[in-house]
């Protein structure tokens, strides 16, 4: 880093090894590097080989300073060639040494020195462009001077004008210098093997080049890899360019395009690193950086490609060097202050590279470094280095957080688990809790059914309270029959007796055909009365749930009837018509018969209060027309048959009265168990769910209401057989 | 002496023909029967003050015997005919409803028809001192 800041500063320095007299260019000394042979010349556009002689007067000819190519160049336009001239006197000193000419130039020439042509470099007449050769001050030996003065004149043809393109400021196109021989030899020797390490450089950058984007793919969050990447890749385009610009075989095609796209490697190089280490240091590129790249990369190479001389392009490079050498030192000084020590030197060095390249603009005379491949070396190394060294402090800090991470999953495990323990001992818990409640909720359902049985035995109960009075009357008439005829049997007997006695055989038989017709009576009014009880015996006894054949238009008959005089016993105002219509093709139907009479009582008792609550209201209520109203109970029974399948045989129970009827509102709950619409104590709700249970659920069957509200209701058993 | 017998139940016609046969023979007594209050009312109707004594059940389907004793009592007023109920109820409760209602005698089921003639003959010599 010294030694480039050191080299910088000593180029800074003047050099005075010759000086121009009146006769020509007064040489003194020659130093190793050469003397620079650049003021005293005179030029002619046009051609003509006379002018080559050392005593043509050219007097009237334009004094030109080759470095100052914008004075004659333009001359070149018309005829594409001209001539330029000059005397050099050396010094007695030198007069012995074996001096060698080093010629640079972007054209073709003829050398003539001292009236002779001595070197010929490309072809002058031939197409312009293509048979440029540029030497590149390769050492030409002169030949021994016997006299202290050189005339020199140069026959030269220019690059085409399209071609015109220089892209260092300061280089003409014809430049021409003195070096003692040997010396120039060397470094043209070392300039030569230092012409070619690009090649190798170029391999290397592509290496790394891919190296680096096939990183970036593989974590294309880091950005740093692409730029890098790209920034290798685009060195080693240059460095080709590089190359081919200084191979010496190649120089003939090294046309203006080459020295362009040279140039915009070299730009796209310096705004890659710029643009890594303001990412590094920063975290993100400025906006005015990012307008000034654009202007970089586009404009100004637009202003360098096409208008190459104008004062535009002069002002433009300054403005872009500038930017490159401001930018760099700012990031320089961060880099240094936050840490990133590998950046700021490379900024620095970055900086001062482009400082050194800003100063030809000022000062033609002075001969720029060409230090760029080595801060591109530079560059690489250190970037190589920073992210290498990056990549160490990731994996490193990566490492860290992978133990902290194993440390957590661990952690993590031992709550898991710890968890898993808790849950199996909650799960253990709910399991014995549900199996808790199980066994309660299925004693609550034992106690459920138990209490339901003993509602259906209280119900039973109840309905077979309300027969007992009906009952008695029911037995009451078949034992007055009994009684009555068997008494009155006695009084006939004893007149039958006087008649036989009497002789009166007549009357005898007469009243003795009375006495068998009463004793015919007693017995079915016994057996009247039998059936009665036997019936409230099956009734009060539990359902034997034995389906057996019954008379089912006897069965309703009977319970019908049970019925009436239950609530005639209990409310003795109660007064009903109730008809009947049998039919007898229902006949024997398999049932049960307790529970069918029971669902019959329940709904016969309905049916019945339904109409006496009516009249009871019609009573109250004198304005309505109760003389019309007649309560009556209408049951029938109906065989429907199916269509020639027994299956579907059906036997129908119709229980109508023209009582309250009941409410649409409620028709659907009416089934349900414990709803009732009896005043509180005078129903348990039961007897419509446990009829509809019997009906349906027992013996498979229908039930069906209809009715209207006030008018009547009536239900449908439907019962299958 | 006419009377009425309302009964649902239709042996009753011959048990009464039997057990007054006596007197039927002699003529005393002349039954007539009917089976429901509204037959009841029907025959009362047509056969204005011919019967003097009525005897009817209370538990009939359609018309009961509250129902025709109050239609009775409402209807024939000149001569009021003489109406027991005979029911197999014989419990306090029906028997001051029938005597509230205007009954004139209240029997029950079985029927002692031993107290029954006894109350007949009584009736019969209060009707007709003389005979």
């Known amino acids: 880093m010294k030694c480039i800041v050191f080299a910088w500063l000593l180029l800074f320095s003047m050099n005075a090894y010759s000086q121009l007299g009146s006769n020509g260019l007064q040489v003194k000394t020659v130093p190793d590097s050469g003397v620079l042979v650049s003021q005293g010349w005179k030029f002619h556009e046009g051609d003509d080989t006379a002018w080559a002689n050392p005593y043509l ?36 000193p030198l007069l012995n040494a074996q001096l060698a000419i080093l010629i640079s130039q972007a054209g073709a020439s003829q ?10 470099l490309g072809k002058l007449s031939a197409k312009p462009g293509t048979d440029d050769l540029n030497p590149h001050d390769k050492p030409i030996l002169l030949p021994a001077n016997l006299s202290d003065t050189v005339s020199l004149a140069i026959r030269f043809r220019s690059r085409p004008p399209w071609l015109n393109y220089y892209p260092k400021s300061g280089m003409a196109p014809l430049t021409v210098k003195i070096a003692p021989w040997l010396s120039s030899l060397n470094h043209h020797i070392n300039e030569l093997v230092r012409q070619r390490t690009p090649i190798g450089f170029s391999f290397m950058t592509i290496g790394l080049g891919l190296l680096f984007i096939f990183l970036y793919s593989f974590f294309p969050k880091e950005k740093i890899n692409l730029i890098f990447g790209i920034f290798c890749l685009v060195l080693c385009l240059d460095s080709f360019i590089q190359f081919q610009l200084a191979e010496g075989n190649l120089d003939i095609h090294a046309t203006g395009q080459h020295v362009f796209f040279s140039m915009l490697t070299g730009k796209s190089c310096g705004i890659l690193i710029l643009s890594i280490i303001l990412i590094e240091i920063f975290g993100k590129i400025p906006v005015y950086d990012r307008v000034f790249i654009v202007y970089v990369l586009i404009f100004d190479s637009l202003i360098q490609l096409f208008l190459p001389t104008s004062g535009i392009a002069k002002w433009s490079g300054l403005l872009t060097r500038s930017f490159f050498i401001v930018e760099f030192l700012r990031c320089g000084i961060y880099g240094f202050i936050s840490g990133h020590y590998i950046l700021g030197i490379v900024s620095l060095s970055s900086s001062i590279l482009n400082a050194n390249a800003l100063i030809p603009i000022f000062n033609p005379h002075y001969q720029s470094l060409s230090y760029d491949f080595f801060n591109w070396l530079l560059c690489l190394i250190m970037f190589s280095i920073y992210l290498a060294n990056k990549y160490a402090r990731n994996s490193k800090h990566l490492a860290v957080q992978l133990a902290e991470i194993n440390k957590l999953a661990q952690a993590n495990q031992e709550i898991e688990r710890e968890k898993q323990q808790i849950l199996s001992a909650q799960n253990e818990e709910l399991e014995k809790q549900v199996q808790e409640r199980t066994t309660a909720l299925f004693h609550s359902l034992q106690e459920l059914k138990d209490t339901q049985a003993q509602l259906i035995q209280s119900e039973k109960m109840a309905s077979l309270g309300e027969l007992t009075a009906g009952i008695a009357h029911e037995i009451q008439n078949p034992l007055n029959f009994v009684n009555n005829f068997s008494e009155v049997n006695a009084e006939l007997i004893d ?13 005898a038989k007469k009243v003795s055909e009375d006495i068998r017709q009463n004793l015919e009576k007693i017995n079915h009014h016994g057996r009247r009365a039998d059936s009665i009880v036997k019936s409230m015996l099956l009734h009060s006894r539990a359902s034997t749930g034995q389906k057996e054949p019954t008379d089912l238009n006897a069965l309703v008959d009977e319970y019908l009837r049970l019925a009436y005089h239950g609530l005639r016993a209990k409310d003795k105002t109660f007064n009903a018509t109730f008809r009947t219509e049998f039919d007898e093709a229902v006949g024997s139907i398999s049932l049960i018969p307790q529970d069918i009479g029971r669902a019959l009582l329940n709904l016969f008792n309905n049916a019945f209060y339904s109409i006496s609550e009516k009249k009871k209201i ?17 049951v029938s029974t109906r065989r429907i048959s199916g269509n020639n399948n027994a299956q579907e045989n059906q036997a129908e129970i119709r229980v109508k009265d023209n009582g309250l009827g009941i409410p649409q509102k409620i028709i659907d709950k009416i089934f349900q168990p414990f709803f009732t619409s009896k005043p509180t104590g005078q129903g348990t709700g039961l ?21 209207q509200e006030g008018e009547f209701a009536e239900f449908i058993i439907l019962l299958p057989g | 002496m006419k009377i009425l017998v309302v009964d649902d139940e239709k042996d009753i016609q011959i048990l009464f023909e039997q057990r007054f046969r006596k007197e039927i023979r002699n003529g005393e007594m002349h039954f007539v029967f009917t089976y429901s209050g509204e037959e009841a ?23 009961n015997g509250f129902e025709l004793l109050k239609q009775i009592k409402a209807k024939f007023e000149n001569p009021p005919p003489i109406v027991m109920m005979i029911t197999a109820y014989g419990d306090s409760e029906n028997y001051k409803l029938a005597m509230n209602m205007g009954a004139d005698d209240f029997l029950t089921k079985p029927l002692d028809f031993n107290l029954l003639k006894e109350k007949l003959k009584t009736l019969n010599y209060d009707k007709n001192p003389g005979s």
Do not use: C
């Open chain 1, 57 to 92: 007067d050219d007097g009237k000819w334009q004094s030109v300073d080759l470095i100052h190519y914008s004075t004659y160049l333009p001359l070149f336009a018309k005829k594409g060639i001209g001539w330029f001239r000059t005397r050099i006197i050396l010094d007695s």
């Open chain 1, 111 to 120: 050398i003539y020195y001292n009236g002779h042509l001595f070197e010929i």
């Open chain 1, 495 to 507: 007149e039958m007796n006087k008649d036989i006695e009497s002789g009166n055989l007549k009357d």
């Open chain 1, 618 to 634: 019609l009573n109250e209520h004198p304005g309505h027309n109760q003389k019309g109203y007649e309560p009556t109970l209408f």
């Open chain 1, 687 to 707: 007897g419509l769910s446990l009829t509809y249970d019997i009906i349906t659920k027992v013996h498979g069957g229908q039930l069906s209401i209809l009715s």
């Open chain 2, 41 to 63: 009312l029907e025959y009362l109707n047509q056969h204005v003050s011919e019967a003097v004594l009525i005897l009817s059940d209370i538990n009939m389907p359609g018309m």
